[in-house]
């Protein structure tokens, strides 16, 4: 607990000298949430996150979160300096769509508006005409399906078929998945509510079909914080990564959050409702980050950051 707290004090002070604001996701540990809370950072889903970043005035943004969170603020704010705890956290959605192979799949399919997850290299960013979160991308794809244009969509395979039922947009889907809420099981679910029958089911769109069936509540990660509240419910299931439940339980104390479960009674699963790589953001490693940058900066290819910016750009005008 000291060591921790010495950890804490720190890094206020070094916060304070270098200029610096830290900007978490709900899936970071508990203790950078309420760190980034208590010294006027924020704690948000990647939409906000984006956004936060891009309005605070600080000279140097500390980005708790996975690699193309740390981009999105480079490519937004390239005259500030954007460092993450550990450039190692990355994401299964952003690894499973190379550049390459997204530029052969948007080649062969020329007269499809390219829709991307914001879980995305700079570069498949560069490529796509929108940039949309789980916040936004119901709406922006509805938006384009009025218009009449044919979707080419990606990584997330989950999120664009959720998409795809809701919109009845005309969308191709590239195959990719989070290796958290793939691992989310309808039978051990449906069990677990025969158990609950009084609990509202929350479920984040990354999370496979039949997971989204059995839900009473779909949205991005402020959007279930947000069901939370307004259901009149007192215990919820939550299919999410479990970080989200410090926000959930700060917000709703009087209300019961169980996780949702990932593998059926004796079977193992990779990731168990929390991501490896959001899990790598630790306390010491946002101190060193603070101390020495280098190592820790990250920087965007100047020539890709123009595509990407437009297309980030279309987002934020779209969802503010
Ligand atoms: P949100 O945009 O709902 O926060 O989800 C992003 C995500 O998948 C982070 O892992
Ligand atoms: Fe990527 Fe899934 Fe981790 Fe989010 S939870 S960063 S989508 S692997």
């Known amino acids: 607990v000291e060591e921790k707290q010495g950890y804490k004090d720190r890094i206020k002070q070094l916060l304070k000298q270098k200029n ?130 044919t979707i080419l969509w990606g990584p997330d395979r989950h999120l664009g078929n959720y998409i795809q039922k809701q919109t009845g947009a005309d969308m191709l889907m590239w195959q990719g998945a989070c290796i958290v809420h793939d691992e989310f099981k309808t039978k051990a679910l449906s069990d677990m509510k025969a158990l609950h029958p009084d609990a509202a089911v929350l479920v984040h769109p990354e999370s496979p079909a039949d997971v989204i069936e059995l839900a009473d509540a779909v949205g991005s990660t402020s959007q279930l914080i947000k069901a939370a509240q307004e259901l009149p419910n007192k215990k919820f299931i939550v299919a999410t990564d479990r970080g989200i439940f410090y926000k959930m339980q700060q917000l709703c104390p009087d209300k019961e959050f169980f996780e949702a479960p990932t593998a059926g009674e004796g079977a193992t699963c990779r990731s168990c409702a929390h991501c490896p790589w959001m899990a790598m953001n630790g306390l010491k490693e946002i101190e060193e980050a603070l101390i020495d940058p280098s190592g820790k900066e990250v920087f965007v290819d100047m020539a890709l950051r123009e595509g990407a910016l437009k297309s980030l750009n279309r987002m934020l005008d779209f969802s503010a």
């Open 20 to 149: 610096a604001v830290l900007v978490a996701h709900y899936y970071t540990d508990p203790e950078i949430q309420a760190l980034a809370e208590e010294t006027g950072g924020c704690v948000a889903d990647s939409l906000e996150m984006a956004r936060f970043g891009n309005q605070h005035e600080a000279d140097m943004l500390i980005v708790a979160g996975v690699k193309f969170m740390g981009e999105t603020a480079k490519v937004l704010t390239p005259e500030k300096t954007v460092v993450m705890p550990t450039l190692e956290a990355t994401c299964s959605l952003d690894l499973g769509c190379p550049i390459e192979q997204f530029n052969a799949f948007c080649d062969a399919n020329p007269e499809r508006t390219v829709v991307v997850y914001a879980n995305t290299s700079t570069a498949v960013k560069a490529r796509a005409d929108w940039i949309v979160t789980s916040s936004c991308a119901l709406e922006i794809v509805e938006h384009l399906d009025e218009q009449g244009e």
